[in-house]
T-cell receptor, first 117, second 116 residues
């Protein structure tokens, strides 16, 4: 079974500073994918970034980067130059990557990020 | 613009009155899925579909039906809604390669359903 753990309480960051949101995972599958989503107060789930278990380099998408440490089973999200619009709930998720397998996303409980002006 | 579109965004209904939540994606994704999000329980998968006419149960399928007659559409049907199905529902679609690699997973805007 797959499990995602997000244990940080609500996080606060000053506008324009960087922030790291922690995520650890557990799986016995050798092939998996890791995802981060943003859920603002309006409720939609916004896809931010993806990292494959066999990817050699950390994923980056604009101000988002994923600090992937496979041996530690961690996939932390780094947001650089925080903006007020980054205030939201952030979810870490993972899925199996085997042919024929259900690509179900297993989610963590989420972390609330508040950006201070 | 690549997107997953759900309708309606908000719905209040009464117990037992059949309803359908529609979901459509324009990315030619094979894999589609429905989740519900509840406080303290996170997101849980209801049903999924690997391709047209291929559907299967997720973790919490009771009380729900789905169909996948076309690649782009994946409606969620509640034949006889009950108050415990009050929740925030998401449709999602993924690009799924023959290797099984799934590198994109996009969600619809969500449907807030209240059953009274």
């Amino acid at each position: 079974a797959q499990k995602i753990t997000q244990t940080q309480p609500g996080m606060f960051v000053q506008e324009k500073e960087a922030v790291t949101l922690d995520c650890t995972y557990d799986t016995s599958d050798p092939s998996y994918g890791l995802f981060w989503y943003k859920q603002p107060s309006s409720g939609e789930m916004i896809f931010l970034i993806y990292q494959g278990s066999y990817d050699q380099q950390n994923a980056t998408e604009g101000r988002y980067s994923l600090n992937f440490q496979k041996a530690r089973k961690s996939a932390n999200l780094v947001i650089s130059a925080s903006q007020l619009g980054d205030s939201a709930m952030y979810f870490c998720a993972m899925s199996q990557q085997n042919a024929g397998a259900n690509s179900k996303l297993t989610f963590g409980k989420g972390i609330t990020l508040s950006v201070r002006p | 613009e690549a997107q997953v579109t759900q309708n309606p965004r908000y719905l209040i209904t009464v117990t037992g009155k059949k309803l359908t939540v529609t979901c459509s994606q324009n990315m030619n994704h094979e894999y589609m899925s429905w989740y519900r999000q509840d406080p303290g329980l996170g997101l849980r998968q209801i049903y999924y579909s690997m391709n047209v006419e291929v559907t299967d149960k997720g973790d919490v399928p009771e009380g729900y039906k789905v169909s996948r007659k076309e690649k782009r559409n994946f409606p969620l049907i509640l034949e006889s809604p009950s108050p415990n199905q009050t929740s925030l529902y998401f449709c999602a679609s993924s690009l799924r390669r023959t290797s099984g690699m799934n590198t994109e997973a996009f969600f619809g805007q969500g449907t807030r359903l209240t059953v009274v």
